[in-house]
Each structure stands twice: as C-alpha cells, then as structure tokens.
C-alpha cells in the first residue's frame, strides 16, 4: 500500500524566484491538503484540493497557488519567494466522496530553503 | 476561529515514568474532530488517533491513552511507562467539517518529549 509521497527531498531556491513541489497520494485517496511548517512550530494549513479544485484555503497569499491531476496528484507552487518562505513543506492526503475519512496521512515533506 | 494550545513545550522524563500531554482547543463548530500526530526526528508526521466531539468516551492503544472533555475543551494524551523510542514532538490537532469533506487541519505548537535512558 503506497503511502503519500513528495518531490523533490530537499530544495535551495533565491529569494524572488519560483518553485514547485510535487505530492501523490496515498493509494485510494482523492483529497490532497499542503501544509508549511516553519522551525519549532506547528504545521500550518496552506490549502486542500478536491476534485481539481480548490475547496479550502488557509491565510496564505496570492503567491501560494496549486493544482490537483486527474490521478489525484498535486503541486505546490510559490512564487516570488521569499526568505520567510523556508519551511518544510508537508503534503497530506485522506478520502472525500462516498466514504470520508478524517484522518490526514502525511507525506515525508520537502524542505525548502531560501536564500 | 480555531486554536490549539500546548502549553508544554518541552518535558523530559526518564524511561519507564508515565508522561501527560496536554491540549486545550477552541471551536464554534459544534462537530469537530481532534487529533494527535507524533512527529519524529525524521520530520514524517504519524497519525496516531482522531476522536469525533460527539464521542467523549476515553481510548487506550497499548501504553498510550487518551483523555477527552468537551467541558473543558481538553484532549490530553497519556504515554504509560514511556521507552526512548517515544521521544518526539507531538501535536495536537483540530478540524471541523464544511460541507463534504474533513477540513484543513488547525495545529499546535507542538510539545517536544524526551526520554532519558
């Protein structure tokens, strides 16, 4: 049963440049949620996506947008960065539709740094 | 809106002591779902329960515990005769639910555990 995977591990982008990260789900999920946590905090909720849209979204900025595939995969993207932008970013996944499950799989993160 | 605060930020103990992790929730929801996550140095989070508000009754899994009290807004997590692999951070979490699906998830700060040999 494969878990949530992201992509890439790790990344070093400049401030003022873009980047995009990438997340599958686990098997049999269909809803994909992005989460940045910064050094010793808590994950913050940046946005879910269901059926290619987006469905619910956190107190983040226009920068932060995403997409959702026909397989359920999905990408963050963030534009302009900024040094405050460094985080781990989590994806996780769980299941809408006829059956909901509430629970939340996390993937393995990438960890961005911007310098 | 929501929150979640735990308190404890950091609590050491030795093995084989039994260790309470506290969390207090606030929420206009009147279904809502809480969560506990433990989050290893390796930085994967690993869900370890979720509990309905309509569902106060107390959960044991081997030596770990949970505690739940709508009155006071509190769902505290209790670790019997801790072992050094327990040691991590742990979060506590809340969503509520919006039309057809589970929300986004409101997390705490995180309370880090260490056990001592």
């Known amino acids: 049963d494969a878990g949530v995977t992201q992509s890439p591990t790790h990344l070093i982008k400049t401030r003022g440049q873009q980047v995009t990260l990438r997340c599958s789900p686990k098997?049999?999920?269909?809803?994909v949620s992005w989460y940045q946590q910064a050094l010793g905090q808590g994950p913050q909720f940046i946005f879910q996506?269901?059926?290619?849209?987006?469905?619910q979204r956190g107190n983040f900025p226009d920068r932060f947008s995403g997409h959702q595939f026909p397989n359920y995969s999905s990408e963050l993207n963030v534009n302009a960065l900024l040094l405050g932008d460094s985080a781990l970013y989590l994806c996780?996944?769980?299941?809408?539709?006829?059956?909901?499950?509430?629970?939340?799989?996390f993937g393995p993160g990438t960890r961005l740094t911007v310098t | 809106a929501q929150k979640v605060t735990q308190a404890q930020t950091e609590i050491s103990v030795v093995e084989k002591e039994d260790v309470t992790l506290d969390c207090v929730y606030e929420?206009?929801?009147?279904?809502?779902?809480l969560f506990w996550y433990k989050q290893p140095p390796s930085g994967e989070l690993v869900f370890l329960i979720r509990?309905?508000?309509?569902?106060?009754q107390n959960e044991i899994s081997g030596r770990y515990s949970w505690n739940f009290q709508k009155s006071t807004s509190s769902f505290n997590f209790t670790i019997t005769a801790s072992q050094v692999v327990d040691s991590a951070v742990y979060f506590c979490?809340?969503?509520?639910?919006?039309?057809?699906?589970?929300?986004?998830?409101?997390f705490g700060k995180g309370t880090h555990l260490i056990i001592q040999p």
């Open positions: 996780a996944s769980s299941l809408t539709g006829q059956v909901i499950t509430y629970e939340q799989y």
């Open positions: 929420t206009r929801d009147t279904t809502y779902y």
């Open positions: 979490a809340l969503s509520g639910k919006s039309g057809g699906g589970a929300d986004g998830l409101t």
């Open positions: 509990r309905n508000s309509f569902d106060e």
């Open positions: 996506y269901y059926e290619e849209e987006e469905r």
């Open positions: 098997s049999g999920h269909d809803t």
